[in-house]
C-alpha cells in the first residue's frame, strides 16, 4: 500500500506527493494563461455552502508586478515609518517571485444566513485546490500570506472591506528539489470520539 504513494498517476498518490515550494525557489516555466484558467477552474470546484462562491482569484501578471511591490512598500513605509532599508527590499521582492501570482480573496456575503467563518472555510479549500491543479499539471505552488496580508491598504489594491487576503499564491517550476517537511504524528492529531 505505502508503495503505491511513489506512483504520481494515481490520485491518491498525487494528493500524497503535493508540496509547498518556497515561492523564491519557483521559475519559469509556469503555467501558461490555458492552463491557468484550468487551474482556476477547479480550485472553484470547492465545498461552498449556499452555493456563494465567497472568494475570488486575482491574477498579478508578470507586468505589474513591479506595481504591486510599490504598493506593498508604500502601505509597509506608511505603518512604518522607520523601515529598515532590508524589511522594504524583501517586501520588494516578496512581489516578484515565481513565475505566476494569484491572489486569492476571502469575498463573505454578509447578506447570507450562512457563517463567515463557513464563507472563509470555502476560501482555504479554493486555495487549497488550486495548489492540488498545480501540482496536478506538474507545477508547485506557495501560498504566502505575512504582512501584506493583513494590510488594509494592500487589500484595497484587490478590493475592499469585507474582503481580506487569504492568500497570495505563487506558481512555477522549483528550481530546487522540493524537501519532504515532517508531518504531524498521526496518533497525536486523530482520534476516537467516546473511546
Known sequence: MAGMFNDRSTPLSLLAT???GKPRDLAAPGPDDAQLRQILEIAA???????????????????????????ITHAYRAERPHAARLEIEALEQF????????????????????PPWEQELSAGA??????????????????????????????????????????????????????????????KIVSTWGG
Open 18 to 20: 503535493r508540496r509547498s
Open 45 to 71: 470546484r470547492t465545498p461552498d455552502h449556499g452555493k456563494l462562491a465567497p472568494w475570488r482569484f486575482v491574477i498579478v501578471p508578470d507586468d505589474r508586478r513591479a506595481d504591486l511591490a510599490r504598493v
Open 95 to 114: 512581489a516578484t517571485q515565481a513565475h505566476a501570482l494569484v491572489v486569492v480573496l476571502s469575498s463573505p456575503r454578509p447578506e447570507s444566513h450562512i
Open 126 to 187: 479554493a486555495c487549497m485546490n488550486l495548489l492540488h491543479a498545480a501540482h496536478a499539471m506538474g507545477f508547485a505552488g506557495g501560498w504566502l500570506t505575512g504582512w501584506s496580508a493583513y494590510s488594509d491598504a494592500v487589500r484595497d489594491a484587490f478590493g475592499a472591506a469585507p474582503e481580506r487576503v487569504a492568500g497570495f499564491i505563487f506558481l512555477g517550476t522549483p528550481t530546487k528539489q522540493l524537501e519532504e517537511r515532517p508531518r504531524p504524528d498521526f496518533d
